[in-house]
C-alpha cells in the first residue's frame, strides 16, 4: 500500500497568513492527489485534484503542486472559513490512501 | 448537483454484519471510470478509505479489511450497496459514500485518467456496541 504522510499535524495561522501543507507519498503517484477540505462537524469537501485542478467554486487562494511523491497546498491568504482539517489522497494505485490530516487552527 | 442520501445512527452490536446502501446510480454513471468509493471516520480521527466500485462494475479494497468487505451494485435499483461482517466497537464510525468522478487528459502522448472523490454523502454515523 502507498503511505501519505503529511507536515505538519496541525499549525496556528492568523487571518492572512501564507499557509503551507506538505504531502508526502511512500511511492511515486505521478500527480495523482487529490486535497479535501473538513470543517469541524461537516462532511468533508474537495478542493484540488490531480495535484493542482481547482474543483469548481474553490476560491483561487487555494492551489495545489508537486509531483512524484512531494506535493504541497498553500493557502495564499487564509481566511475565517479556511480554518479546518486537510486531507491529502492518493488514487495512482489501489488501495486508495489518505493522508492523516493536517489541522488549521487560528492563532 | 447529485447528493447522496442516508439516513442514521445506526447500532449495530458486535459480531454483527452491517449493509449500507448508497442511493446513487452507478448504472447511470456516464463514464466507465466513474464510480462509487466507500470512506468512514471514526469520531475524531482521520478518513480511511474502505472500497471502490467502478460503473462497469470492477472493484477494489482496503488491505486490511477486504476480509470484511464487500461492494456491489444493486442492479435492480442501480445502487450501491457496502457489506461488512464481524463488527467491532473499532469499526464505530461515520460511514461516507462518494460519486468518484475521473478527469482524462492526454500527458505525452498518454491519455492519463485522474479519479476524484467529488460528491460526499451526509455520512451515516455506525456506533457498534452490545
Given amino acids: 500500500d502507498i503511505q501519505m504522510t503529511q507536515s505538519p499535524s496541525s499549525l496556528s495561522a492568523s487571518v492572512g497568513d501564507r499557509v503551507t501543507i506538505t504531502c ?13 477540505q473538513q470543517k469541524p462537524g461537516k462532511v468533508p469537501s474537495l478542493l484540488i485534484y490531480a495535484t493542482s485542478t481547482l474543483q469548481s467554486g474553490v476560491p483561487s487562494r487555494f492551489s495545489g503542486s508537486g509531483s512524484g511523491t ?21 488514487s ?15 492563532k | 448537483q447529485v447528493t447522496l442520501k442516508e439516513s442514521g445512527p445506526v447500532l449495530v452490536k ?4 452491517l449493509t449500507l446502501t448508497c442511493p446513487v446510480s452507478v448504472i447511470s454513471l456516464s463514464n466507465a471510470r466513474m464510480g462509487v468509493s466507500w470512506i468512514r471516520q471514526p469520531p475524531g480521527k482521520a478518513l480511511e478509505w474502505l472500497a471502490h466500485i467502478f460503473s462497469g462494475g470492477e472493484t477494489s479494497y482496503s488491505t486490511s479489511l477486504k476480509n470484511r468487505l464487500t461492494i456491489s451494485k444493486d442492479t435492480s435499483r442501480g445502487h450501491v450497496v457496502l457489506t461488512m461482517t464481524n463488527m467491532g466497537p473499532a ?26 472523490m467529488n460528491v460526499w454523502d451526509k455520512g451515516i454515523m455506525v456506533i457498534v456496541s452490545s
Avoid: M
Avoid at chain 1, 92 to 106: D, I, Q
Avoid at chain 2, 14 to 17: F, K, L, N, S, V
Fill in chain 1, 24 to 36: 508526502r507519498a511512500s511511492q511515486t503517484i505521478t500527480r495523482h492527489l487529490s486535497w479535501y
Fill in chain 1, 70 to 90: 512531494d506535493f504541497t497546498l498553500t493557502i495564499s491568504s487564509v481566511q475565517p472559513e479556511d480554518f479546518a482539517t486537510y486531507y491529502c489522497q492518493q
Fill in chain 1, 92 to 106: 495512482s494505485s489501489f488501495p486508495w490512501t489518505f493522508g492523516p490530516g493536517t489541522r488549521v487552527e487560528f
Fill in chain 2, 14 to 17: 458486535p459480531t454483527q454484519t
Fill in chain 2, 91 to 116: 469499526d464505530t464510525a461515520t460511514y461516507f459514500c462518494v460519486r468518484v468522478d475521473v478527469d482524462s487528459r492526454l500527458v505525452t502522448f498518454k491519455r492519463v485518467h485522474y479519479n476524484y
